[in-house]
C-alpha cells in the first residue's frame, strides 16, 4: 500500500541545536515535498525534489536544508534551530502533472524548539 | 499577496445543514485541490479539479478557472465531517502546490 512515513512524530529540540525530520515514501514517487503548518499560515512550502539527488527552494527555504540521496527518502534539516521553526511538518510524494493521482501526505512531524 | 485565498476561515454547522466552502486564486493555475485534515492529524485528497464540476458522495466541487475561484459543497453534514479543508493550487509548471490558509469546519449534532 502506498505510504509516506515520517519519523520522528515528535520532536523537542534546544535553540541552537541541529534537528533532522525523516521522510520515506514507497510509493516510486519522483516528486517529494517538505510543507509547514501553522496557524492562520496554512501549510508553506520549504523545500522540494524532483528526484534522487535533486533539491529545490520552495517560498520558505530559509533556515532550512534538504537532503534527497534516493528515491525514497527526502530529509529536513534545520542546522541552528529557533524557536520560530517550532510548528507542525509535512512531507509528501507525488506527481502533481498527473492529474488522476493526488499527492500522499505522511502524519506530520510536531517540533517544538525551546 | 497571498496567492490562494478561503473564506470562511471558520464555519459552525447544525448537523444536516450544508455548508460551501470557497476558495480565490490570483495567479494562473495548472489545477485545484481540495483536502480534509482531520483535527490533529494528515490530509486526505478530496478532489482534484482542474476545472468544471466533480462529484463524491455528499461532496461537490466546481471550478471556474476565468473566473479564478473553486468552491466546494458539503451537502447534509455529519458531525464526522468535522475538521479543516484546505485547497491548493498546482502551478503552472505542475511543480508544486500553493495552499489557502483552510476553513474550520464544526458540525455539532
Known amino acids: 500500500e502506498a505510504a509516506v512515513t515520517q519519523s520522528p512524530r515528535n520532536k523537542v529540540a534546544v535553540t541552537g541545536g541541529k534537528v533532522t525530520l525523516s521522510c520515506n515514501q514507497t510509493?516510486?514517487?519522483?516528486?517529494m515535498y517538505w510543507y509547514r503548518q501553522d496557524t492562520g499560515h496554512g501549510l508553506r512550502l520549504i523545500h522540494y525534489s524532483y528526484g534522487a539527488g535533486s533539491t529545490e527552494k520552495g517560498d520558505i527555504p530559509d533556515g532550512y536544508k534538504a537532503s534527497r540521496p534516493s528515491q525514497e527518502n527526502f530529509s529536513l534539516i534545520l542546522e541552528l534551530a529557533t524557536p520560530s521553526q517550532t510548528s507542525v511538518y509535512f512531507c509528501a510524494s507525488g506527481d502533481l502533472r498527473d492529474n488522476n493521482q493526488a499527492p500522499l501526505f505522511g502524519e506530520g512531524t510536531r517540533l517544538s524548539v525551546l | 499577496g497571498q496567492q490562494v485565498q478561503q473564506s470562511p476561515a471558520s464555519l459552525v454547522l447544525q448537523e444536516g445543514e450544508n455548508a460551501e466552502l470557497q476558495c480565490n486564486f490570483s495567479t494562473s493555475l495548472n489545477s485545484m485541490q481540495w483536502f480534509y485534515q482531520r483535527p490533529g492529524g494528515s490530509l486526505v485528497s478530496l478532489f482534484y479539479?482542474?476545472?468544471g464540476t466533480k462529484h463524491s458522495g455528499r461532496l461537490t466541487s466546481t471550478t471556474v478557472i476565468k473566473e479564478r475561484r473553486s468552491s466546494l459543497h458539503i451537502s447534509s453534514s455529519q458531525t464526522t465531517d468535522s475538521g479543516t479543508y484546505l485547497c491548493a493550487l498546482v502551478n503552472n509548471a505542475g511543480a508544486k502546490l500553493t495552499f489557502g490558509g483552510g476553513t474550520r469546519l464544526t458540525v455539532r449534532p
Open positions: 510509493n516510486n514517487h519522483n516528486n
Open positions: 479539479n482542474p476545472s
